[in-house]
């Protein structure tokens, strides 16, 4: 019989403390205000009076000394025949808590709500008339098979949905719901590396020769400045700076902004748009959900297979983009990643206030290799 601290994170479980976060506590995660959560609680550990062991927690209960004077009385209480234990709470279903748990995260990014959303709704087919605590690793082991045999799902896919329920199980220990996460014995599917597909010459000189117009439009402004599909959508004519020759780019995906220089090929195919364009957006005036998003995601696998560029995307524009100028052109990392809006490297952020001039001369060489491909390609087609 004793008082002990339930931990909540593997990491934190080799570690002796007392509760009180020291010098010796790995990072555990933090609530939007920026305070710790909680790694663990004290519970009470000791035989009832039907000799069944109980390991109790309580809310109430904030250090060792509150849980030492609980267990106290308890035992004199046990002794003297009047022991009257809390009622467990009933552990809900997955199907139960998974409504509480979207409910929790309707704040997030919409693209990150319905990736929740979509994965939680898939949880719950399989595993949802299972108890939060009757769920075990051998359970979400049976449940990745079924998704890989039976829904001939990518193992990619199958990561994402385990790290959803996993951040469930989690929040609902951190709700004091339940104790263990089966998530955390469950090793991630090895994912092959596929090489991103990217543009040869010959499909640059197809896509130069499109009929002016906003598909070829949307293309280019992706090929030559590596933006996502919904950046381009989302696009405004204020956002170009004809004068200076910059793009002013809002990365949906960072919440970041960045300038990329205007490459004459995409300067001429926008003044040449401008003429007859009306609204404040340069090529979709409309709400942009990721439905529409999807539509035109479709639309261009379409054109690109039409025009006998086969499986190809219009996000691989972004990687052709990184690509020409990295393998093609030589040019640095660091110039590239301030261009495509990533920071992983972490001297980005101390190129990225006087990388304009480097972006430039990057722009210039991709706008002549792209255009010279294009050209060459003609000429051996006409030798």
């Known amino acids: 019989m004793a008082v002990r601290y339930r931990k909540y994170f593997n990491q934190c479980k080799p570690i002796q403390c007392t509760g009180r976060r020291s010098r010796q506590c790995p990072e555990t995660p933090r609530r939007a205000s920026g305070e710790y959560r909680a790694c663990g609680t004290w519970c009470i550990e000791f035989f009832d009076d039907s000799k069944q062991w109980q390991s109790l927690t309580f809310k109430d209960i904030r250090n060792k000394s509150d849980a030492e004077k609980r267990l106290t009385l308890f035992i004199s209480d ?62 979400v082991e049976k449940y990745r098979i079924q998704r890989k045999e039976q829904d001939r799902v990518k193992d990619s896919s199958i990561n994402v949905d385990i790290g959803i329920l996993s951040h469930l199980f989690s929040t609902a220990i951190n709700e004091g719901i339940i104790d263990i996460n089966p998530c955390q014995k469950v090793k991630r599917l090895k994912i092959s590396q596929v090489k991103d597909r990217v543009l040869s010459g010959d499909e640059i000189a197809t896509i130069l020769d499109m009929p002016e117009g906003k598909d070829r439009l949307m293309i280019l402004a992706s090929l030559f400045t590596g933006m996502r599909l919904n950046e381009v959508l989302s696009l405004t004519w204020g956002d170009i700076d004809f004068g200076k020759g910059i793009i002013h ?135």
């Open 78 to 139: 046990r002794e003297r025949g009047q022991l009257k234990l809390p009622k467990k709470k009933a552990v809900p279903t997955l199907a139960e808590y998974a409504k509480e748990y979207l409910e929790l995260h309707k704040g997030a990014k919409e693209n990150t709500f319905v990736m929740k959303r979509r994965a939680v709704g898939v949880l719950v087919r399989y595993l949802g008339g299972h108890q939060l605590d009757k769920i075990t690793p051998f359970i």
């Open 249 to 383: 780019i809002f990365q949906s995906k960072t919440s970041k902004t960045f300038d990329i220089p205007l490459s004459d090929c995409l300067r001429t195919a926008l003044e040449a748009y401008r003429t007859h364009s009306t609204g404040a957006r340069v090529l979709y005036g409309r709400e942009i959900t990721r439905n529409v998003v999807t539509e035109f995601s479709k639309h261009f696998s379409r054109l690109f297979k039409d025009l006998g560029i086969d499986g190809f995307t219009f996000h691989n524009l972004r990687h052709t983009f990184a690509s020409i100028m990295q393998s093609d052109l030589g040019i640095g990392a660091v110039t590239v990643m301030g261009m495509t809006g990533h920071s992983s490297l972490g001297m980005l952020q101390k190129y990225s206030h006087t990388g304009l001039d480097s972006k430039q001369r990057a722009i210039q060489a991709l706008n002549s290799h792209v255009v010279t491909t294009g050209r060459n390609v003609k000429q051996a087609v006409g030798q």
